[in-house]
């Protein structure tokens, strides 16, 4: 079976700035892939890509196997793509149902108009959320009274209201406090049980390991390693993230403690 998205030599110029060169990429179908690399890696523009946010400058991708160009996040989404961002995007002074069919509110169409219809919209929203364990007060509380977990959670659940295939995580658990992280990392897990294939994009090792399948590392803008998680280690991974493939508990135990590298 050919992966849900691949990626092959893609580069990406931003005028004399190359930020990716010769990126191949792919994700399977249903599976958790953790994205790791250090600041400038490369990482989130390909991401954008992946999205349809940025059109590489070179290079193709691939969706179930036929070549496909996103000219705009909007096509990416008729895929069934989704981009989850670090700062959850969501509108404080709304309610969790309108935010997560925002955009795309079930209603009568009149021409550019909609009449949104609001009963129906608050029951498909909270036979989403149940369906994804999601638990919150009410449908109708405003996200800004909700907290940093909870509005991640309702930003992953518009994400996947419309039959998304595969939902890309900008650092979803950055913003969060220690107790909320294993609660967004669990819904992760719930999504690859849906068959919802997921990239997340993380510094923390502790996520990468607890949730994915698999794990990349990008270096200066171009692909370092990769391997299942099963057949590597955090001390690894983070010699991967350093631009290192030996000796890398040596140059882990130095990165945590912010000492240089002999």
């Known amino acids: ?33 953790g994205v790791v690399g250090d600041n400038g890696a490369g990482k989130s523009t390909l991401m954008k890509i992946l999205s349809g946010l940025f059109a590489p400058s070179e290079g193709e991708l691939l ?42 509110e079930p209603g009568r ?16 929203a909270a036979d989403h959320l149940e369906r994804l364990h999601i638990q919150v007060k009410s449908v109708e509380q405003n996200t800004e009274d909700l907290s940093g977990g909870q509005r991640q959670a309702v ?9 998304a295939r595969l939902v890309i995580m900008d650092e979803p658990t950055a913003a969060l406090a220690i107790k909320e992280v294993g609660k967004v990392l669990d819904l992760v897990r719930g999504l690859k049980q849906h068959g919802v294939a997921v990239i997340i994009i993380s510094h923390r090792m502790d996520d990468i390991f607890y949730c994915c399948d698999r794990v990349m590392a990008l270096y200066q ?42």
């Open 221 to 262: 803008g171009t692909n370092f390693a990769e391997a299942p998680l099963a057949s590597t280690n955090r001390n690894e991974v983070i010699g991967w993230i350093m631009g290192h493939k030996g000796n890398t508990e040596a140059l882990a135990h130095d990165r945590l403690n912010d000492r240089p590298a002999p």
């Open 155 to 163: 930003a992953i659940a518009r994400a996947t209201a419309f039959q």
């Open 63 to 104: 969706f179930d196997g036929k070549s496909v160009r996103f000219n705009s996040p909007k096509d990416a989404r008729r895929l069934g793509i989704e981009m989850v961002y670090q700062d959850f995007a969501l509108a404080g002074n709304m309610p969790i149902y309108e935010n997560i069919y925002l955009g795309r």
């Open 1 to 33: 079976m050919a992966p849900l998205l691949e990626a092959m030599g893609i580069a990406k110029y931003f005028g004399a700035i190359t930020a990716l060169h010769d990126v191949n990429f792919h994700v399977d179908h249903g599976e958790v892939l």
């Open 109 to 124: 169409k009149f021409g550019p108009l909609t009449i949104v219809d609001h009963p129906r919209a608050r029951q498909m």
